[in-house]
């Protein structure tokens, strides 16, 4: 550092500002995207938009979209929660070195693949090849590989931070495996695992792309049957009454984004909570 | 006990060696656990090949029709399915007039993921600096919880706040503005769209989208760095600056080029949002504000008309746009996670950095 102690003190002080400005980048539109559609969408918060559906030509509301997204969450969450959960479970506790890195790896690889590709797969194979049509199951599936590697992975990772103490416990007590995991292992680590599906049923909630061509879309409420039947679901409504003229489906457009942000937004601070909790659990455990 | 016996060595240090030297004692329930579970731990890889080889099996014909034209012809489009006539490349039947060339879409994906990747690594990086130097710790928590919300906030509601409010906005305040400066920058030069659609719109909703995965991994590296190494370099009368340039650049930077490269995967495949701001013309951007379309966006708007065609080629042409675009963001994905794996850290965020 040969320069004058003048110059090196300016360089700083406009580094800093530099910094500075981004994150005030980063802070501004967070908060104008958030504040803005929430004001956008207030105005259409009234009592028929839970009672009407999409249908509806005076009044439209949303009671379809709302039932159907919370159709196809449940469909991922026992989906996408059973096999990642147990995915998760072999990769912290039965997979050896040589399988578990592999394994690891390919799971975070397909997180990296875009959505649209994913809901162009599940196209091609189940609504044309296996000839389900348009249906629930088509789009539970895609949903469910797109949130799959991060249950996998968070429920990996709250298994390995359950402290070493309780293991070595449990093998002084000759405990089977199975027992360990669920008598020993599994108490401590649930909280991060329900944290980490909760994020995933987030991600979910405010995906389209994979759904436009395996859910379609349904003016009427959600129906039984796994095949050949539409459903409608909120992220739909916004992408496509955003693009139709009128201000009566501007409104259905702005209203089902701050629905879907409220949703996204309550499911991520939920998840945070859990794992705040179980942070401070942790920290009690470790002896 | 056994672990006693088994490793004379010396004792085991972790959870995996433990559970490595008991292998051999698992009872029956163990047994079936362990090859229930290890079914589920495969079929993220399965699902990974599924879709690789489904795009692929499916692209085949079109690729057989399109040739290297795919890369070389920026004219895309599905032919007339109302003709009674056909169009035929090394025998593959299409409808008539057909021509799937990608090269619109190919340089429409490239420029708005590199705009954003461009403007979003220095926003993440200096505001992660900001956060984790000068605030202090009480507002560091609060604050951060504004990158948890940027990445929570869905791709459709980005979508639908640069159609309604960012794109006009700039349309209105900011491009006239930035025109003005074509004269010192010859390439914000041009005229744009009165609602703001286009390239550049699309690459500031991008850059917004792909921060939180870059400055995730930043802030958790950022709070990794030796707190000896930076002490000693203040101790040694190096200004704060001159630390972060020393010490916690040099010791973050390989974290930051891979998250990066996940930044761009996802800058890349984003889809709807582009979709509803980048104006969807079927031709490379004019100039930096000029519309045009990404490979992501084109299979989400065109897959409707491509269900009508009788021959079945126009989706066999969305399944090849969808493997150009696999590859791309595999190839950012591989390379991010490979790079990360040198570094001594957990690995990169997944999903989109919530």
Request: aromatic share 8%.
């Amino acid at each position: 550092m040969s320069k004058t102690p003048r110059l090196r003190h300016v360089r700083g002080v406009a580094f800093w500002i530099l910094c500075g400005l981004a994150l005030l980048l980063i802070i501004t539109p967070a908060v104008a995207i958030i504040l803005s559609v929430l004001v956008k969408a207030a105005p259409q918060l009234k009592l028929s938009l839970f009672t009407n559906t999409t249908a509806d030509l005076q009044n439209p509301g949303l009671q379809n979209a709302i039932l159907g997204t919370l159709v196809l969450l449940l469909g991922v969450a026992v989906v996408a929660g059973s096999i990642g959960v147990l995915g998760g479970i072999y990769l912290a506790e039965f997979a050896p070195r040589r399988l578990g890195g592999p394994l690891r790896f390919f799971s975070e690889v397909l997180a990296g693949v875009p959505s649209i590709v994913i809901g162009l797969v599940a196209y091609t194979a189940f609504v044309e090849a296996l000839h389900w049509g348009f249906s629930i199951l088509s789009a539970i599936i895609a949903l469910s590989l797109l949130t799959l590697p991060y249950i996998v992975k968070t429920t990996e990772v709250s298994f390995s931070q359950v402290p070493r103490s309780l293991r070595e416990a449990a093998i002084a007590l000759g405990l089977s495996r199975i027992t360990t995991i669920r008598k020993v292992l599994l108490p401590p680590a649930l909280p991060g695992i329900i944290s980490g599906m909760v994020i995933a049923l987030a991600i979910a909630t405010g995906e389209t792309a994979p759904l436009l061509y395996t859910a379609s879309f349904s003016n009427t409420n959600p129906s039984a049957g796994l095949f050949h039947n539409p459903i409608g679901y909120l992220t739909y409504v916004t992408y496509y009454y955003v693009q139709l003229p009128g201000a009566q489906n501007q409104a259905l457009a702005s209203a089902a984004a701050g629905v879907t942000i409220l949703l996204v937004l309550l499911l991520i601070f939920a998840g945070r909570a859990i794992t705040a909790r179980q942070r401070r659990l942790m920290a009690r455990l470790d002896v | 006990m056994i672990l006693v016996r088994r490793r004379a060595g010396g004792l085991p240090t972790g959870p995996a060696r433990v559970a490595r030297a008991r292998t051999h004692e698992l009872t029956g329930g163990d047994r079936v656990l362990q090859w229930v579970s290890g079914v589920a731990a495969t079929i993220p890889l399965a699902g990974l090949l599924f879709i690789t080889i489904i795009l692929v099996v499916w692209a085949i014909p079109a690729i057989i029709y399109s040739g290297f034209g795919v890369f070389t012809s920026d004219k895309f489009f599905i032919g007339n399915f109302y003709s009674l006539n056909f169009t035929s490349v090394n025998g593959v039947v299409a409808p008539f007039g057909a021509n799937y060339g990608a090269l619109t879409f190919i340089i429409g994906t490239l420029t708005s993921s590199l705009i954003a990747l461009v403007l979003a690594v220095p926003i993440s990086v200096g505001g992660v600096l900001m956060l984790s130097e000068w605030i202090p710790r009480r507002l560091e928590g609060p604050l951060s919880t504004f990158l948890e919300l940027l990445a929570g906030i869905p791709s459709v509601v980005f979508g639908f706040w640069g159609l309604t409010v960012f794109g006009p906005f700039l349309g209105a305040h900011v491009f006239p503005a930035l025109s003005h400066l074509g004269v010192i920058l010859p390439f914000f030069k041009g005229s744009w769209a009165y609602n703001g659609q286009g390239l550049l719109t699309a690459s500031l909703v991008l850059t917004l989208m792909i921060i939180p995965i870059i400055a995730s991994t930043t802030r958790q590296l950022v709070k990794r760095v030796p707190v000896l190494a930076s002490e000693g370099a203040l101790a040694l009368g190096m200004t704060r600056y001159e630390v972060v340039r020393v010490v916690t650049i040099p010791y973050v930077r390989t974290g930051i080029i891979a998250s990066a490269l996940l930044g761009w995967g996802r800058a890349l495949g984003e889809t709807i949002a582009v979709l509803l701001i980048i104006g969807m013309a079927n031709n490379p951007p004019v100039n930096i504000y000029g519309t045009t379309s990404t490979l992501a966006s084109t299979i989400a708007d065109d897959l409707d008309s491509a269900l009508s065609d009788g021959t079945g080629m126009a989706l066999r042409a969305m399944a090849m746009l969808g493997l150009i675009l696999l590859i791309m963001s595999l190839v950012t994905n591989l390379t991010g996670r490979l790079v990360v794996r040198r570094i001594s850290t957990e690995s990169l965020p997944v999903g989109r950095g919530v």
